[in-house]
C-alpha cells in the first residue's frame, strides 16, 4: 500500500490539499475545528510524521474587527493572517468580523464560550455593554488587547499609535503650510474614543497657537460617505473662506470627490488618515496634502507578541509606547 499524500488527508478529512499542507507544516490562519480533522485524518491514515494532539493543547487566538469593506481593516485582517502562517501550527489566529453599529452584539461576541480562547484581540468601538463584557472576559482570566481603539478604558493591553500626538501634528501641518487666512474644520466618527483624542489634540493646537488660521466647526460623519459628503458640502458653503480640512477618520474618497468638484478645492489644505488607493491618488494630484497612517502591520504584530507574552508561549515583553504613525506626503509616493 502507497504512503497517504495531502490528497488522501484532504478526502478524509473533507477540506482541500491547501488546508492540509498550512496545518501540517505549521503554516496557521486554519480554522481550529479543521485543524483538528486534518490531524485525526493524519493520524487514521498514519501519514509518517509526528502529528502534535490538537484536542487539548490547540491554542485560540480569537481578533474581533469591524468594517471588512475599509482598506485599513482589510490591511489589518491580512497582516494578522500572514503573522498566523509563522507561528507554531497548534497557534490558531481566528479573524472575523462584527457591526460596529451593534454594540449589544458585539458585547455577546466578546463574551461567546462557544470555543475555548487562548486570547482575544479587539479592534471595536467602546460601549457601556462593551466594555462590561471586556472586564467580564479579562475577569475569567482571558488576556485582552486592544488595537487602533480601546474597547475598555481600564483592562487589556492598548496597541495603537498616539492619537492625541496626531491630531495635534495635522493642527500644525495645516496651520505651518497654508498661505491663507481663514478658518478650519475636523471631521470624525465620535463613537471611536481615538478620533476623540485626535480631534481633542487638534483643538488645543489652534486654542495654544492663535492666528489667522483658526479651528471653527467639528462634523460628525459617521465614517460614511454619504454623511461625510453632506457635511463637506454643507461646511464649503458656511465657510466660504475654508483653508483647512483635517478629517479624524475614513471615507476620505467622498471627501475627494467633494473638493475635486469644488473650484477651491486644492486651495484647502487637507489632511487625511490611512494610506489608500484613494488617499495616494488624491495626494499625487494635489487635493490631499497629507496622510497619516496608522502602520496597521506593526499594530497587529505587537497585538499578537502581547497575547504571546501573556499566554507564556515567549518571555520577551513587548514595546508599550505607542506604535508610531507615518507621515507621507506627494513628495514621499
Known amino acids: 500500500m502507497s504512503r497517504p499524500n495531502y490528497r488522501d488527508i484532504a478526502r478524509l478529512a473533507g477540506v482541500g490539499t491547501a488546508t492540509v499542507e498550512r496545518v501540517l507544516n505549521g503554516r496557521g490562519g486554519v480554522r481550529p475545528e479543521l485543524v483538528e480533522k486534518v490531524m485525526l485524518a493524519a493520524r487514521t491514515l498514519k501519514y509518517p510524521r509526528t502529528i502534535p494532539d490538537a484536542h487539548h493543547k490547540l491554542l485560540r487566538i480569537e481578533v474581533l474587527m469591524v468594517r471588512p469593506e475599509t482598506t485599513f481593516y482589510r490591511r489589518l485582517s491580512h497582516e494578522f493572517e500572514s503573522i498566523a502562517s509563522t507561528l507554531d501550527p497548534l497557534v490558531v489566529v481566528q479573524r472575523s468580523f462584527t457591526d460596529e453599529k451593534n454594540p449589544d452584539e458585539i458585547a455577546k461576541r466578546i463574551q461567546s464560550t462557544d470555543l475555548p480562547r487562548a486570547g482575544l484581540i479587539l479592534a471595536v468601538p467602546n460601549s457601556p455593554s462593551i ?15 486592544h488595537v487602533v481603539t480601546r474597547a475598555s478604558e481600564t483592562k487589556g493591553e492598548f ?3 498616539d492619537n492625541y500626538a496626531a491630531g495635534r501634528t495635522a493642527a500644525h501641518f495645516i496651520a505651518r503650510m497654508t498661505t491663507l487666512a481663514g478658518p478650519v474644520i475636523g471631521l470624525c466618527h465620535p463613537i471611536y474614543q481615538v478620533h476623540r483624542e485626535r480631534m481633542r489634540g487638534f483643538s488645543d493646537y489652534f486654542a495654544e497657537h492663535p492666528g489667522s488660521v483658526s479651528f471653527e466647526w467639528i462634523g460628525f460623519s459617521r465614517d460614511e460617505e454619504q454623511y461625510s459628503r453632506e457635511l463637506l458640502s454643507y461646511a464649503l458653503e458656511r465657510y466660504t473662506g475654508l483653508v483647512g480640512l483635517y478629517n479624524a477618520g475614513g471615507a476620505n474618497s467622498a471627501l475627494i470627490e467633494v473638493l475635486r468638484r469644488n473650484k477651491r478645492g486644492r486651495e484647502i489644505l487637507f489632511v487625511a488618515h490611512e494610506l489608500t488607493d484613494y488617499t495616494r491618488a488624491a495626494l499625487r494630484n494635489g487635493i490631499v496634502d497629507v496622510v497619516l497612517d496608522q502602520a496597521p502591520e506593526a499594530q497587529a504584530q505587537r497585538a499578537l507578541d502581547w497575547i504571546l507574552y501573556r499566554i507564556g508561549l515567549t518571555k520577551i515583553e513587548p514595546d508599550t509606547n505607542p506604535i508610531r504613525f507615518i507621515t507621507i506626503t506627494a513628495e514621499a509616493i
Request: aromatic letters at 0%.
Open 131 to 145: 466594555s462590561a463584557a471586556v472586564e467580564a472576559v479579562v475577569q475569567r482570566g482571558t488576556p485582552v488587547v
Open 159 to 161: 496597541v495603537g499609535i
